[in-house]
């Protein structure tokens, strides 16, 4: 991950961080996205109302009410998929290099050599 993806997804977790904290659910009755508050049991807030007046799909509603927790989720994901990326690239330059200390030959198939699949894992960890 270059430091251009690493900022970003470090802006991403600032404004995670910053929002209203708990989950968030649509009351209907009331027509606003409200949020437990985690040192009040029992007690909400709201954090977005829509006007009565302007139609907002359902569909919509709901993604923005979980919009934190997929966003998580997601921060979640792309941080482990990183991490495994930079360990199999880790451990195939490991292989390259007991490979070329012992003199045995790179091809693993015909159109592929070990060279090649590390060269393919560096350039995946840059993205």
Known sequence: MDKLQADKLTEIKEVLAAITPGEWVF????????????????RSESVFGFDPE???????IHF???APEYITYLLQLVETQAQALEEA????LDALSVMEMEGRDFNLMPQCTIQEAAKKLEALTQV
């Not at 302007?54 to 919509?60: F, G, S």
């Not at 690239?89 to 195939?92: D, I, N, Y």
């Open 64 to 66: 923005i009410a979980h």
């Open 27 to 42: 009351d209907e009755d009331n027509e606003t996205i409200m949020a437990d508050v985690p040192q009040h049991p029992g």
């Open 89 to 92: 690239h880790t451990a195939m």
């Open 54 to 60: 302007i139609y907002v799909r359902d569909e919509d």
